[in-house]
């Protein structure tokens, strides 16, 4: 059930944008259940929002106060345990209810937007060009066109990551589904990355989890799912998708 309340800002590096509630405000609230009863249960809970959260990043952009956005996941999770009747009900709804909310409040900010427009699909546009024109999206190529260091382009990826986690329709053509770009494209990826692909989508782990899965810091789980993700975007532009043998260096 939708929260109509106005919700506080998270800290920008840039404008500092006060955030609102994208949801429907004019929804009926029912109470379903004590408010002191409510409350011990969205407590009990309390790890859903921490989950959640981690889903979105391990590694997390300067300008996203992560604090005030698990203040809003908790609020998101009280309200959910406000209206929704029965443990198993609620169980089943409140993961959709706050995973939802935290990704309206992060698409809202200003980071989002500048994210985005500026430096995701840039980073987007630039592989898919590559692939027309029958060339590798190699790293050196890619911060050649992009402008960036070594260290910088990590980073790109690292963010990529979370904008692909938050919203990844908004990067894809119109009309393609993310899951089916993901599953049709996923098989042509380096191993590594199919594996962060299967682990995130399949299996639904944090970032930290596929980490120790996989052997490497949370930060390199990451950035390798947003080299997937870039791939994933990239190629799905394509009339076609180009296989390795057709591509240079």
Do not use: C
């Amino acid at each position: 059930m939708a929260d109509s309340r106005e919700a506080p800002a998270l800290a920008d590096s840039t404008e500092g944008t006060a955030l609102r509630y994208l949801g429907p405000e004019s929804d009926p609230v029912i109470i379903a259940r004590h408010p002191t009863a409510a409350r011990r249960i969205a407590e009990q809970h309390a790890h859903v929002v921490t989950r959640l959260i981690d889903r979105l990043a391990s590694a997390w952009p300067g300008a996203v106060n992560v604090e005030e956005l698990a203040a809003e996941g908790r609020v998101a999770l009280r309200h959910a345990a406000l209206t929704i009747d029965g443990d198993q009900e609620f169980g089943e709804h409140a993961v959709d209810v706050v995973d939802r909310r935290l990704r309206q409040v992060l698409a809202a900010t200003e980071w989002f937007r500048q994210a985005m427009i500026g430096r995701a699909r840039p980073l987007t546009e630039t592989w898919r060009g590559l692939l027309m024109g029958g060339r590798r999206p190699t790293d050196e190529v890619l911060g050649r066109r992009l402008h960036l260091a070594p260290a910088g382009l990590a980073d790109r990826f690292l963010e990529f990551a979370t904008v692909f986690a938050i919203e990844p329709g908004a990067l894809l053509p119109a009309g393609i589904d993310a899951k089916y770009a993901v599953a049709d494209i996923v098989g042509g990826l380096p191993s590594e990355q199919q594996l962060t692909i299967a682990l995130y989508f399949h299996q639904e782990l944090t970032f930290a989890e596929m980490a120790r899965v996989m052997g490497m810091e949370p930060a390199h789980a990451q950035e390798s799912f947003g080299r997937a993700a870039a791939g994933i975007t990239a190629e799905a532009g394509l009339a076609t998708w180009r296989t390795p043998q057709h591509l240079t260096a």
